[in-house]
């Protein structure tokens, strides 16, 4: 029996002992710093306003992004609990209005070689981590390294940000070109959402979609949706340069009212497709393990 193999019965008997399971939303990037963990924690505070018990995962592996946002260093991460016997309470750190932050650390980079005891562990530490949520936020690198496409691969439903800006663009495509193109990717499975960032106005953003969607459609075969846009506000490059979130600190500001419509919109999308909620973390970890 190979690791794999192990963890998937696993998961098979924990998923028989409970139905209940989080949502799991990856947010990525073909192009670095066009704004995912700005949304991550803005989305998060806004589920969290919706009544959403959320913790983010920082899983980009050695740019500690929403540490920085969120003003407080954790005191464990991903690693502690696999190889260094901490739990998975040890290593969520809270945030504001409660929304949990775990960092991957370099624990990610580990996953692939785990003994059948520490995959175990982690599993049942995951499966934890399914009750102490409601919607788990994945923050991922930017680029199509093969550990971003494992975590895309692996989501159910994936965010992908693209500015207007022409390479930002032609960045998305080539990740949807190595997601679309992988052998394992299933497309029932892994629903793709735009979310257009730093535009002027409604038609920009929707400009933004209809450019990379008529390209994935045409080269690719494949069909991404829009989920909507992010305009290009003062209020937001203000609050990060102040270690601030700017839904938090101006919730009047034009970022913050776009990232709450984003939130509204996705809860509407759970309320017409239920099965979208029970994928839970620990089947996106299962299957992020057997692509590693
Ligand atoms: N809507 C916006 N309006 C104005 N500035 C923005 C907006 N979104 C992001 N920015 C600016 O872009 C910078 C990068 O944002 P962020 O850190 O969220 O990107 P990222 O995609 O997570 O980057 P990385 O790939 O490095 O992780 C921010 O510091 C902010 O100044
Ligand atoms: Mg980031």
């Given at each position: 029996?190979d690791?794999?193999?192990?963890?998937?019965?696993?998961?098979?008997?924990?998923?028989?002992?409970d139905?209940?399971?989080?949502?799991?939303?990856?947010?990525?990037?073909?192009?670095?710093?066009?704004?995912?963990?700005?949304?991550?924690?803005?989305?998060?505070?806004?589920?969290?306003?919706?009544g959403?018990?959320?913790?983010?995962?920082?899983?980009?592996?050695?740019?500690?992004?929403?540490?920085?946002?969120?003003?407080?260093?954790?005191?464990?991460?991903?690693?502690d609990?696999?190889?260094?016997?901490?739990?998975?309470?040890?290593?969520?750190?809270?945030?504001?209005?409660g929304?949990?932050?775990?960092?991957?650390?370099?624990?990610?980079?580990?996953?692939?070689?785990?003994?059948?005891?520490?995959?175990?562990?982690?599993?049942?530490?995951?499966?934890?981590?399914?009750?102490?949520?409601?919607?788990?936020?994945?923050?991922?690198?930017?680029?199509i390294?093969?550990?971003?496409?494992?975590?895309?691969?692996?989501?159910?439903?994936?965010?992908?940000?693209?500015?207007?800006?022409?390479?930002?663009?032609?960045?998305?495509?080539?990740?949807?070109?190595?997601?679309?193109?992988?052998?394992?990717?299933?497309?029932?499975?892994?629903?793709?959402?735009?979310?257009?960032?730093?535009?002027?106005?409604?038609?920009?953003?929707?400009?933004?979609?209809?450019?990379?969607?008529?390209?994935?459609?045409r080269f690719?075969?494949?069909?991404?949706?829009?989920?909507?846009?992010?305009?290009?506000?003062?209020?937001?490059?203000?609050?990060?340069?102040?270690?601030?979130?700017?839904?938090?600190?101006?919730?009047?500001?034009?970022?913050?009212?776009?990232?709450?419509?984003?939130?509204?919109?996705?809860?509407?999308?759970?309320?017409?497709?239920?099965?979208?909620?029970?994928?839970?973390?620990?089947?996106?970890?299962?299957?992020?393990?057997?692509?590693?």
């Amino acid at each position: 029996m190979d690791q794999a193999e192990g963890l998937r019965n696993v998961v098979k008997m924990q998923n028989r002992q409970d139905g209940k399971s989080a949502r799991v939303i990856t947010i990525t990037s073909g192009k670095g710093g066009v704004g995912k963990s700005n949304l991550a924690v803005n989305l998060a505070v806004a589920f969290s306003n919706m009544g959403k018990r959320v913790i983010i995962f920082d899983a980009d592996f050695g740019l500690a992004n929403v540490e920085v946002m969120f003003g407080t260093v954790p005191k464990y991460n991903l690693s502690d609990m696999i190889y260094g016997g901490k739990s998975i309470e040890d290593i969520i750190t809270a945030g504001p209005l409660g929304i949990g932050f775990i960092s991957g650390g370099s624990g990610i980079l580990g996953l692939n070689n785990l003994s059948v005891e520490q995959v175990h562990f982690l599993v049942s530490s995951l499966h934890k981590l399914e009750q102490l949520c409601d919607v788990l936020i994945v923050d991922t690198g930017a680029g199509i390294s093969a550990q971003v496409l494992d975590f895309v691969l692996a989501s159910p439903e994936v965010l992908l940000v693209s500015t207007p800006e022409p390479s930002s663009i032609t960045d998305s495509y080539s990740l949807m070109k190595a997601t679309f193109k992988n052998s394992e990717f299933i497309k029932e499975e892994t629903k793709v959402h735009l979310v257009a960032n730093k535009v002027t106005s409604e038609t920009e953003g929707k400009a933004v979609y209809d450019k990379l969607n008529s390209v994935v459609h045409r080269f690719l075969g494949g069909e991404i949706s829009y989920l909507g846009m992010i305009p290009q506000d003062h209020s937001l490059e203000k609050a990060v340069r102040t270690q601030q979130i700017v839904s938090l600190d101006s919730p009047m500001a034009k970022s913050s009212r776009a990232f709450s419509h984003l939130a509204a919109k996705l809860m509407d999308v759970e309320e017409d497709e239920p099965q979208i909620h029970g994928f839970g973390i620990t089947r996106f970890f299962d299957s992020f393990l057997h692509r590693a």
